[in-house]
Nanobody
């Protein structure tokens, strides 16, 4: 069964950038989404990208700061996060299709 794994999280200061990666175990043409869950809050949608990369959706809270891209031949989807804010602190998850979730990667932004 295909699975996905996130990486690239870390501890950064406000205003810094991070790039998260979501790597699938095999070639897939499914839509890939990014979600995040902050402590004490529900998981929220960040954005998603279809397999061609021509259809990308973003949550309003991160528009203009985050960019999603995809390299199909590498089975990889990226989440480039710029100008990070303390409120971006969360565990970030990618999801393949509707139901194949990774284990998450922690992003912590200090003020």
């Amino acid at each position: 069964q295909v699975h996905v794994a996130e990486s690239g999280g870390g501890l950064v200061q406000a205003g810094a950038s991070l790039r998260l990666s979501c790597v699938a175990s095999e070639l897939t043409l499914a839509t890939v989404g990014w979600h995040r869950q902050a402590p004490g809050k529900e998981r929220e949608f960040v954005g998603d990208i279809n397999w061609t990369g021509q259809r990308i959706n973003y949550a309003d809270s991160i528009k203009g700061r985050f960019t999603i891209s995809r390299v199909v031949t590498k089975n990889t989807v990226y989440l480039q996060m710029n100008n990070l804010k303390p409120e971006d602190t969360a565990v970030y998850y990618c999801v393949l299709g509707n139901n194949i979730w990774g284990q998450g990667t922690q992003v912590t932004v200090s003020s």
